[in-house]
């Protein structure tokens, strides 16, 4: 089982692209396993206890139950679907298949004496959910991620013993290099946990939306416990044993950078104690900045994905992010890029090599694709290792930006073998031998598009299947959704008499914004 998981993100306000770029890279990561030919689980949900969401309910007027049950129908829900996101599970932590399992795992690390009560006394931060060290606030008392003061807080609290498990953490880190990547957010951890670690806070007592203590209901645990927990819940920890033995570690936790220390230290240590297996990794993906600043409601940079879905459409936007953006690393978004982008990868390259190919074997050979006099093996040697290298990039490497680049290197050399080769000067030739060449010509150029067709399907399903359609691939192959990557670099799979037309526009021409 291929077990993916995204953060489960906070519902004080409505999603942005930021939300949708780290759920969008997710999403095409299970659906390339997929079409390995695996047994994929992706995970998605939402983080719904904690002090921010009870103050910003308070603030609308209504409870933090409604206020979460709001946005997650009216706001989280439809824009994944509107997205094409195929998760397989929608976790809530209010859920009671969530909060009955957090108060077990919580009780079993008591039972071990891995925690204890104590006092503490410092900065916190509502926005993280986390207690700040005062070497990390910048000038003022701010949080360094959301720029806003800082509260001192003074509690009696019950801590978990983080600070026993640093040498653990580093022995595991060297064991499994891949375990947090990319190799800058290794580091970061790395160095972090050598410095030495603080035991953890796990509970609060000033408010009351969380989930209680199971000894002391006086205390809520606190909210980054509870979430991290997800993970393990979601799959049957503690209510499906052979459902949790079969999915169980994640292989990949897909996180931003701003929560990687929860995730590959806290989470990690977690599980040490509790016994309980790690996951495979920990990958931390970069910011998306506007102006200059990272994407949030909270600075005013944060766009809704409809208003690029509503212009470019929802498969050129799936695409855009993870070709424009190196994943692991922080990325500027602008208008003018993406219509670039848009216009000259999407339309001229892609579309119009689907476009023009329809359109000759429409015109010379009635719509019914030729067979091939010879197979053009420099083209079928490319597409191999095309495949091969889109593979490995975003299979295994989450090098999305990597992966498509390949696939649109190869489109390009496509488009240049028609450039070279001339067909529309070619079908001048009667002769035997000059059909035959044109044959070859249009059923080179139609099996490379077939194969585009497959390895673009996790990225832009909606528009691989609308090719898939004008190639007359479904009555000879089956539905695109089931065909493997592996059988993208198979030459020859597209069948002459395969019924070619001319479908609609795959990336119509985008109207002027004013």
């Not at 009555?475 to 030459?491: I, M, S």
């Not at 002459?496 to 109207?511: D, Q, S």
Request: proline content about 5%; overall charge negative; glycine content about 8%.
């Amino acid at each position: 089982m291929f077990y993916v998981s995204t953060p489960i993100y906070y519902v004080n306000d409505a999603p942005h692209l930021g939300h949708a770029y780290t759920t969008v890279a997710g999403d095409v990561l299970t659906r390339w396993h997929r079409q390995r030919g695996e047994q994929v689980w992706y995970l998605t949900g939402t983080d719904e206890h904690g002090q921010k969401i009870m103050r910003t309910a308070e603030a609308n007027g209504v409870t933090p139950q409604e206020w979460a049950d709001k946005l997650v129908e009216e706001a989280w829900k439809p824009l994944w679907r509107h997205l094409e996101i195929a998760n397989d599970d929608f976790i809530r932590t209010t859920e009671k298949r969530h909060t009955e399992r957090v108060q077990e795992f919580v009780q079993d690390l008591y039972d071990k004496g891995e925690i204890y009560k104590g006092g503490y006394e410092g900065p916190y931060c509502v926005g993280c959910e986390e207690f700040k060290t005062p070497g990390e606030l910048l000038e003022g008392d701010l949080c360094p991620i959301h720029k806003v003061p800082v509260e001192w807080l003074r509690e009696d609290n019950y801590f978990f013993k983080l600070s026993e498990y640093g040498e653990r953490l580093l022995e595991f880190y060297e064991a499994n290099p891949d375990f947090v990547q990319p190799a800058s957010a290794r580091n970061e951890v790395v160095q972090f946990v050598k410095q030495g670690l603080q035991d953890l806070s796990i509970s609060r007592s000033t408010f009351d939306w969380g989930i209680p203590i199971p000894w002391d209901d006086k205390h809520v645990i606190y909210v980054w416990v509870d979430a991290l927990l997800n993970y393990a819940t979601a799959v049957g920890y503690g209510s499906d044993p052979a459902r949790f033995e079969r999915i169980w570690p994640a292989n990949v936790h897909l996180v931003g950078k701003d929560i990687l220390r929860f995730h590959a230290v806290i989470w990690p240590a977690m599980l040490m104690a509790n016994g309980l297996p790690l996951p495979g990794k920990v990958f931390a993906n970069g910011w998306l900045m506007v102006g200059g600043e990272k994407m949030s409601k909270s600075n005013l940079t944060g766009i809704s994905p409809q208003q690029l879905t509503d212009h470019f459409g929802v498969d050129a936007y799936r695409y855009y992010f993870l070709r424009a953006i190196p994943f692991g690393q922080d990325g500027s978004f602008s208008w003018e890029d993406f219509a670039a982008r848009y216009t000259s990868e999407l339309a001229n390259d892609f579309g119009n090599l689907a476009s023009r190919v329809a359109a000759m074997v429409g015109k010379y050979f009635d719509g019914e694709l030729p067979a091939a006099a010879v197979q053009e093996e420099a083209i079928a040697t490319a597409l191999a290792a095309t495949v091969a290298k889109a593979d490995r990039a975003i299979g295994d490497e989450l090098d999305f930006a990597g992966g498509l680049g390949a696939i649109f290197e190869f489109v390009k050399l496509v488009n240049g073998y028609l450039s070279e080769q001339e067909p529309w000067k070619v079908a001048k030739d009667t002769s035997e031998e000059g059909r035959a060449r044109l044959a070859t010509i249009l059923y080179t150029a139609a099996e490379s598009l077939r194969a585009v067709a497959v390895l673009l399907n996790p990225v832009m399903p909606a528009t691989a299947e609308k090719l898939w359609a004008s190639l007359g691939a479904e009555e000879h192959l089956g539905a695109l959704a089931a065909q493997r990557v592996d059988e993208a670099g198979r030459w020859g799979r597209l069948p002459a008499g395969a019924r070619i037309v001319k479908g609609e526009i795959l990336f119509p021409r985008l109207e002027s914004v004013d």
